[in-house]
């Protein structure tokens, strides 16, 4: 097969995994597993995952100058990035947190800007205005059922989960740069999962398995196998083939193939205030990247 279109591939089944993801884990959430609890899950299982992977590995070791830098993606990039994500995936809809993901890009533009990677033009100042309007719109949504100020909680936590995100890349492309993937990656999670241990432990314990239907079991496994695992290979063998920019730009077929599998498992429904914040992002992070687009979420 060829290469290129190998990667296209890659891409786009890595984002389809991203994109169903939101149903399937909005699905198991609440009422079976708690988000601090499905956390501590997640991160258990994708550390053991990366870890039995890096056996098959020549094996790095860590310089000990590098290992703050590690302490802190394991913050930013595991236990706040994932806390925040699947407690506002509980408090709003898969379509709103998919739309608010398409923000990363921008955002990591503007911590790019103060960590001095990155430099500003009229258009990308425009993007990021108007990515970040369609934001607040979609947040400040008068239609939510949050009365709190008509603020939708769920869809801040998921902004503030892709701040997270945003800061972790920055973080972590040194490490990138100088070590294997996989060896960045298996510390990493082995970090977030001390983190994250003592939020999630109690709400695990409380996790009742035997009276489980057999669907959320395979969302589970769907969620700590295809999203957390499989995903990130498929995304990282792209980019062996293809353009950080080419990557990019498939971020934009999330909120259209999240809508499509949450329409068709009954967990959402599209109005248009999502349509109008999902253009105003999309036109923004468009716009912001257009001299220079960021990687997608890899």
């Known amino acids: 097969m060829n290469k290129s279109l190998a990667g296209h591939l890659s891409l786009f089944g890595a984002n389809l995994i991203y994109s169903i993801n939101y149903s399937v884990a909005k699905d198991v959430l ?8 499905f956390i501590l899950l997640r991160a258990c299982c994708g550390m053991m995952l990366y870890w039995i992977t890096s056996l098959f590995m020549r094996q790095e070791k860590i310089a000990k100058e590098d290992r703050l830098r590690l302490f802190f993606c394991g913050i930013f990039g595991v ?42 033009s009229l258009l990308r100042v425009a993007g990021i205005i108007t990515g970040l309007a369609g934001a607040v719109f979609l947040i400040l949504n ?46 990493v999670f082995l970090t977030g999962f001390i983190i994250v241990l003592p939020f999630g432990y109690g709400e695990l314990q409380m996790v009742d398995w035997r009276s489980m239907p057999v669907k959320i079991y395979y969302e589970v496994l769907f969620v700590i196998i295809g999203t957390t695992y499989f995903a990130y290979i498929l995304n990282t063998y792209s980019l062996k083939n293809l353009s950080a920019s080419v990557a990019g730009t498939y971020i934009y077929s999330q909120p259209l193939m999240t809508a499509l599998f949450a329409i068709m498992m009954g967990t959402d429904q599209i109005d248009y205030i999502k349509i109008v914040a999902s253009l105003m992002i999309c036109c923004g992070v468009y716009m912001a990247g257009k001299s220079n687009p960021i990687a997608a979420k890899t």
């Open 79 to 120: 236990a706040a990035n994932q806390l925040m994500f699947f407690k506002g995936l509980s408090l709003t809809s898969p379509i709103n947190a998919s739309i608010m993901m398409v923000c990363t890009p921008i955002l990591v533009l503007i911590m790019g800007y103060f960590s001095m990677t990155e430099k500003f």
């Open 30 to 37: 609440g009422s079976h597993i708690q988000s601090s609890g």
């Open 142 to 187: 008068p239609n939510s059922n949050n009365t709190l100020s008509y603020v939708n909680w769920g869809d801040l936590l998921v902004l503030l989960n892709a701040c997270s995100w945003g800061l972790y890349l920055i973080i972590v492309k040194p490490l990138m740069q100088k070590y294997h993937t996989i060896t960045v990656i298996k510390w």
